[in-house]
T-cell receptor, first 111, second 115 residues
Framework: TQLLEQSPQFLSIQEGENLTVYCNSS?????LQWYRQEPGEGPVLLVT?????EVKKLKRLTFQFGDARKDSSLHITAAQPGDTGLYLC???????????FGQGTTLQVKP | KAGVTQTPRYLIKTRGQQVTLSCSPI?????VSWYQQTPGQGLQFLFE???????NKGNFPGRFSGRQFSNSRSEMNVSTLELGDSALYLC??????????????FGPGTRLTVT
């Protein structure tokens, strides 16, 4: 059974700081997805990465996929209070609707 | 295009009762997946339905069941509720292509509390 480990579990920072969260898998990802979930809402997809070594940028967010496709990082530059939420990594099978999620990183950005 | 809708949003039930949750997917999406989210276990996959057939199932007891209708709407049922079933139940829909990536869109969830 694949296990996804995310670190850190909790992060509380001041507005304007940079941060990085990590996701490590016990086996190779089929496709790595990053989600953000805000209180009272469902997760919202941020990015999907498939190719080892791939780097994707979404405004102030930079996603990196390890060469061996077993790890990933999410870096946020100049965090803002609107970035507050639960960040989840997930592995998705291309043939089914099954996603395996990590436990998530809860980020709080204080103004 | 309207997003995934789930009803009800909040529910309080007593141990031993049963509950039915409903999910309406995005128009045109044929796959509906259900997840349970708890503070201790995180997000866990329950099952997926595609064209009215269960295509994949997670490691949950038989008390958890689901179905999908011809219009792709889905329901999940939990019988003989236990305190540990208290959770946020999330539904996600996707096009459900058999090959390639199929992005899932999540609804806001149903918060179930069992007392």
């Amino acid at each position: 059974t694949q296990l996804l480990e995310q670190s850190p579990q909790f992060l509380s920072i001041q507005e304007g700081e940079n941060l990085t969260v990590y996701c490590n898998s016990s086996s190779v990802f089929s496709s790595l997805q990053w989600y953000r979930q805000e209180p009272g809402e469902g997760p919202v997809l941020l990015v999907t990465v498939v190719t080892g070594g791939e780097v994707k940028k979404l405004k102030r967010l930079t996603f990196q996929f390890g060469d061996a496709r077993k790890d990933s990082s999410l870096h946020i530059t100049a965090a803002q209070p609107g970035d507050t939420g639960l960040y989840l990594c997930a592995d998705g099978s291309s043939n089914t609707g099954k996603l395996i999620f990590g436990q998530g990183t809860t980020l709080q950005v204080k103004p | 295009k309207a997003g995934v809708t789930q009803t009800p949003r909040y529910l309080i039930k007593t141990r031993g009762q049963q509950v039915t949750l409903s999910c309406s997917p995005i128009s045109g999406h044929r796959s509906v997946s259900w997840y349970q989210q708890t503070p201790g276990q995180g997000l866990q996959f329950l099952f997926e339905y595609f064209s009215e057939t269960q295509r994949n199932k997670g490691n949950f007891p038989g008390r958890f069941s689901g179905r999908q209708f011809s219009n792709s709407r889905s329901e999940m049922n939990v019988s003989t509720l236990e305190l540990g079933d208290s959770a946020l139940y999330l539904c996600a829909s996707s096009l459900g292509r058999l090959a390639g990536l199929s992005v899932q869109y999540f609804g806001p969830g149903t918060r179930l509390t069992v007392t």
